[in-house]
């Protein structure tokens, strides 16, 4: 069983920044990637960044350039650095796990856009 932890999420105002991460623990094995998701209230959850065991990123085209993702492997931690945040940023951001036999979701950390 993997276990995510999400942590760094909160309130900020427009234009500032804010640093996520992503711990995972447990029965980790052949991990393909790690990613962020967000899901906006009324709207379905969408990709915002991943990143490849072998450190490929990708990112949503409306983000690129204000939203940075990188990944600790030692620790098995995957880092979302956030900045120039806008009120449509506001979401429950959710931490993402494939490996070869599972996808699995961390519970979610509220990330509120807001002056």
């Known amino acids: 069983q993997v276990q995510l932890v999400e942590s760094g999420g909160g309130l900020v105002q427009p234009g500032g920044s804010l640093r996520l991460a992503c711990a995972a623990s447990?029965?980790?094995?052949?991990?393909?990637?790690m990613g962020w998701y967000r899901q906006a209230p009324g709207k379905q959850r969408e990709l915002v960044a991943s990143?490849?065991?072998?450190?490929?990123?990708n990112y949503a085209d409306s983000l690129k350039g204000r939203f940075t993702i990188s990944r600790d492997n030692a620790k098995n931690t995957v880092y979302l650095q956030m900045n120039s945040l806008k009120p449509e940023d506001t979401a429950v951001y959710y931490c993402?796990?494939?490996?070869?036999?599972?996808?699995?979701w961390g519970q979610g950390t509220q990330v509120t856009v807001s002056s």
């Open positions: 990143i490849t065991n072998g450190g490929r990123t």
């Open positions: 447990g029965s980790i094995f052949s991990i393909l990637g």
């Open positions: 993402n796990l494939r490996t070869v036999s599972s996808n699995n």
